[in-house]
């Protein structure tokens, strides 16, 4: 699955918190701010979102989609 990480640098302050709690090493500091230069490696657990006091960081695609037959399936048992 592909997470799509990206940072606000409007709101991101360069505290570098989101490097030190990623483990999969996504970001790096540029120019002051933290930056997303190795997209592919992460792993979409949120720590930087949950770190990250600015609220700079955001993570897309973490949630689990289902086919149309998949949730059909669990609404007839849920």
Do not use: H, Q, Y
Not at 10 to 35: D, H, M, Q, Y
Request: one cysteine or more; hydrophobic letters at 35%; glycine letters at 6%.
């Amino acid at each position: 699955m592909a997470f799509k990480t990206r940072v606000d640098n409007e709101k991101c302050s360069g505290c570098e918190e989101c490097l030190e709690v990623c483990t999969a090493e996504v970001f790096e500091i540029r120019a002051g701010k933290a930056a997303v230069v190795r997209p592919d490696d992460c792993v979409g657990c949120e720590s930087c979102i949950e770190i990250c006091k600015e609220e700079a960081v955001t993570i897309d695609g973490t949630r689990v989609e289902m086919s149309d037959t998949c949730l059909s399936l669990l609404k007839d048992i849920l």
